[in-house]
């Protein structure tokens, strides 16, 4: 198991690890995102499986102990499997979630203490600065957020768009098609008129780059791609139910 790194934007790192027997045939990657700041916060953490790979992947960034925040989407064994190694061997560090997935889940999982932020609420890493969205069920889970990194216009956007294969590290191509494809195949969404009007919301925020967890990222025209997202969920809840 290899992690590779890529900085597929100013101080944020792409950690990939492809793994070929998931989604046979043309395999999956799991993709973690480091923020480089005076307060460096990691955007998933992993399988358990697979914290050694990652960790040493860090290690050749920056020492793992100058770790502050931790954060994920949603409560599932790739976005925090190995949330308690990280905590671990990071002692200064800090999960960091929406207080619904706290209340739920984190207070009781997580061996140190979470911070819960309520929907918009923004945390200074110094040099950069985080959003936290609440999006109940997009990707999917009650407790799913997202973040959005604002000074580099950066959507860590979980599971959102996320394709089978292992493509670039980032791409100007079609993440949309192979996006759709995969959620014709897996249903991992739950579609309604709140998933469209939250993929709305996010593609008002014009970011410029995708951080997306399984895949390649997308670096283009990143509202346009969401909103098209939206449409095509849209067209396929409705010929489902036809």
């Excluded at 918009?120 to 890493?125: N, T």
Aim: aromatic content about 6%.
């Amino acid at each position: 198991m290899q992690t590779r790194i890529t900085e597929i934007c100013d101080g944020v790192y792409r950690l990939s690890t492809f793994v070929p027997d998931v989604a046979p045939p043309a395999g999956f990657s799991f993709n973690q995102f480091l923020l480089m700041a005076e307060e460096p916060l990691l955007f998933h953490c992993g399988h358990r499986s697979m914290f050694e790979s990652i960790s040493g992947a860090i290690g050749t960034l920056m020492p793992i102990d100058r770790l502050r925040w931790i954060s994920f989407s949603h409560l599932e064994a790739d976005e925090c499997g190995a949330m308690n190694a990280w905590l671990d061997a990071a002692p200064h560090a800090r999960i960091v979630h929406g207080a619904l997935g706290c209340e739920v889940s984190l207070n009781d999982l997580a061996a140190r203490p979470p911070r819960a932020l309520s929907d918009d609420e923004v945390i200074d890493l110094g040099g950069k600065r985080v959003r936290f969205l609440s999006t109940p069920h997009v990707p999917h889970g009650w407790d799913a957020g997202l973040m959005f990194e604002e000074s580099g216009a950066t959507l860590l956007c979980s599971d959102l768009l996320g394709q089978v294969g292992d493509g670039p590290a980032v791409t100007k191509g079609d993440v949309v098609g192979p996006a759709l494809a995969a959620e014709l195949e897996f249903r991992s969404m739950s579609v309604t008129q709140d998933t469209i009007a939250t993929l709305r919301r996010l593609a008002a925020l014009a970011p410029r780059t995708l951080a997306i967890m399984h895949g390649s990222s997308f670096a283009g025209d990143c509202a346009g791609a969401l909103s098209a997202f939206a449409d095509g969920l849209g067209q396929q809840r409705l010929a489902r139910a036809a």
